[in-house]
């Protein structure tokens, strides 16, 4: 399941007055769950056992098979994950110094549905391994990217320069532009 949740992208979602970022994995045989609020990483991973015996303590009058049980967890979690939470479903956390519970209500064949995520402090590989190193990896991309587009900007400034020199005028004055100045660039964009 951990490698599954490599491939899921991050979200921003919202449980009251907290914003957190959450990724989520289900199979038929369990879940795992990644939630961070940027101070604190925090981890759930429950197995069809577990899972099994989750929803016989929150829901007495619910007997469904636990794939189901997984099914519809995970059509619960989706649409919340793209920004778009069913109108019947509640979401709530509760932070504590032992972790994050994550509380969800909703129905499931016309009965009242409940769940907990049960999340503990991921371990320092597991947020390495899903935050930090993509969060590096994608710095350096953008900085090659950029390192890119100054090149050929001012490679464009080189030819139109070229084309000044051999005679050439603008058509439309409006399309005018100053030479690229990588270093007032820089600092602009730094000072915003």
Not at 2 to 18: D, H, I, K, Y
Not at 78 to 103: D, E, V
Not at 142 to 163: H, M, N, R, S, T
Not at 168 to 178: G, N
């Amino acid at each position: 399941l951990e490698s599954s949740l490599l491939t899921q992208p991050w979200a921003s979602v919202r449980f009251g007055e907290s914003t957190f970022l959450a990724k989520v994995c289900f199979r038929d045989t369990g879940y795992i769950l990644l939630i961070s609020d940027l101070s604190s990483v925090w981890y759930e991973s429950a197995d069809a056992e577990a899972v099994g015996q989750r929803s016989k303590e929150l829901n007495k009058r619910l007997t469904v098979h636990v794939s189901s049980f997984l099914n519809h967890l995970r059509n619960l979690m989706c649409p919340l994950l793209a920004g778009q939470p069913g109108a019947t479903t509640a979401f709530s956390c509760h932070r504590s110094a032992s972790g994050l519970r994550l509380h969800v209500k909703s129905e499931l064949s016309g009965l009242p549905f409940c769940w907990e995520f049960h999340c503990c402090p991921a371990p320092l590989e597991m947020v390495f391994r899903h935050l930090v190193r993509p969060l590096i990896r994608m710095n350096l991309v953008l900085q090659c990217q950029v390192q890119e587009l100054i090149f050929l900007l001012l490679q464009k400034d080189a030819e139109i320069e070229d084309y000044r020199e051999s005679g050439a005028t603008l058509s439309r004055d409006r399309l005018r532009t100053e030479p690229f100045q990588e270093e007032t660039f820089q600092q602009n964009f730094m000072a915003k």
